[in-house]
């Protein structure tokens, strides 16, 4: 794998490692709301992150596959020069 290849693979690893962490927090203060905060409006909050969990989970998993692929691809390459 040349230099190019490298950069482009630590920035597309740090970005699928900062989405999954925000998907773990969401996850965490969605426990926390649930548990903490009683008021009329905390099963839309909760309903509102456990979507945008979802939507950032697809966004995660279809990013992962397309940059697994992608290191598959250019990890080939330097295996064949």
Do not use: C
């Not at 426990?31 to 950032?56: A, D, E, K, M, R």
Request: proline share 1%.
């Amino acid at each position: 794998m040349d230099e190019d290849s490298k950069i482009r693979f630590k920035w597309k690893f740090y970005q699928l490692t900062i989405q999954l962490n925000l998907i773990v927090l969401l996850a965490a203060v969605s426990l926390i709301v649930f548990f903490l905060l009683h008021s009329p409006y905390t099963i839309s909050l909760i309903t509102g992150i456990l979507i945008l969990i979802l939507i950032l989970s697809w966004d995660f998993l279809n990013r992962y596959r397309k940059t697994k692929a992608w290191l598959e691809e250019h990890s080939d390459q330097g295996k064949e020069t």
